[in-house]
């Protein structure tokens, strides 16, 4: 399976995608933060915590909210996966080589809940986070790959379709 094991074992080191940049140059790359909102809840933990500790002490009380928050917000920013796009689209921990893809169209509203719902392959590798409002759909040409697409999601759409292509960004690239 191409986004798990090692996708260059089966692809030449001299082989770019048409358009691709000097090595170590990504044409697009994004990390799916979370809003504002997710963070909001992260303080609703902290007035939970709070809540349910202030009968041992205000000093627990307070050591165990600021805690609370604090892990809470670093687990949300820490699992947030990069979209990267350069010789390979990595999407998390998943890769494939960009020469090994097909065509790639964005997905939103009901196009994308019918991707993700009933239209979905079962075999299909998604990279979702429900913070995002739309998806690029990448088809998977490798005949040795049982995965048949990717469905990444993505704040830039239009901008990581066009790395996909081979074009350049038309904003600058940012993490």
Known sequence: MTQ?????DRMPDDVAPAGAPASGTPRHQERLRPGPGVFAAALGLGVFVALSTIPLGTVVAGTATVLAIVAAAALVWWTSPLVVVDDELRAGRARIPVALLGESRV???DELREQ???GLDARAYVCLRAWTRAA???EVTDPADPTPY???????PE?????????A???PVAD
């Open 136 to 138: 690029v759909r990448v």
């Open 107 to 109: 997905l939103r509203g």
């Open 4 to 8: 798990r094991g090692t996708p260059r």
């Open 150 to 156: 990717w469905i990444v999601s993505t704040r830039r």
């Open 159 to 167: 901008d990581l379709v066009r790395a996909l292509s081979g074009g």
């Open 169 to 171: 960004a038309e904003r």
């Open 116 to 118: 993700l719902g009933p």
